[in-house]
């Protein structure tokens, strides 16, 4: 097995990436470095770690087909709100009428899951997307402290902190009964929780593991992710070598 790792202007492209590098080096594994995904020659069992369109075109090239990936039906009720699927165009009528809302892509990081609150925020951008591209809508909840649960199917490996006052922790009571009614989770992934004002804990979305922010984990764990999800998903490659 050999991990690509990805160079920009000859450095390590950030530091998730380099978490990773460190991770996989200290695990004894062979890695090498690419630019672009032409350089990469791809090998069954090969990880690749940079960014994230950089690993979706590795992906396609070997026909892996990646789920779209939001917060499983079990756990919808510890998120505190309802989610719904929306358009583009219906999402911007919303925001003209006066509505603030939590969206997401349906297909895998078309843009940065935000807030939007503004008829110019929403119509940058709708302006590369087709009116009919399918989202994730929500109301918004504010939060004041948010942390990442990362995972090994319902194992948590570690957790952190990545925004607001660090000094506001969750409740594992509920993150613990959340992974207790997990059904079929992937094998290396991620739960992001919130907390509200009132010291609510709810969960904030799910990330696939293949291409996720360590945000301060330990190399090794973070790259023990990387490794599981890649694996699990070559199981469903319909061109490798």
Request: charged share 25%.
């Amino acid at each position: 097995m050999t991990v690509w790792v990805q160079k920009h202007n000859n450095e390590i492209s950030d530091d998730f990436t380099f978490a990773a590098f460190i991770g996989f080096r200290n695990m004894g594994e062979i890695v090498r470095f690419f630019t672009k995904p032409d350089d990469i020659h791809y090998k069954k069992q090969d990880i690749v770690v940079g960014s994230i369109n950089s690993v979706r075109s590795v992906m396609k090239s070997i026909h892996v087909d990646l789920p779209n990936f939001y917060i499983p039906n079990e756990l919808q009720k510890y998120a505190g709100r309802k989610i719904d699927k929306s358009t583009i165009g219906s999402i911007i009528e919303r925001v003209m009428h006066g509505e603030k809302l939590f969206i997401k892509p349906v297909t895998i990081k078309e843009f940065p899951a935000q807030v939007v609150d503004s008829l110019p925020l929403m119509t940058f951008i709708g302006q590369d997307f087709k009116d009919n591209m399918e989202c994730w809508v929500s109301e918004v909840i504010d939060f004041v402290s948010e942390y990442r649960i990362f995972l090994l199917g319902k194992e948590p490996i570690g957790c952190k902190h990545y925004w607001g006052d660090f000094k506001i922790c969750p409740d594992w009571k509920i993150i613990d009964s959340a992974l207790e009614d997990l059904i079929n989770p992937p094998a290396g992934w991620c739960l992001d929780f919130g907390i509200t004002n009132d010291g609510t804990t709810l969960l904030i979305e799910a990330n696939d593991g293949y291409s996720i922010g360590n945000y301060g984990l330990d190399g090794m764990d973070y790259a023990r992710i990387l490794k599981a999800r890649w694996f699990e998903l070559l199981k469903t490659a319909r061109k490798l070598e």
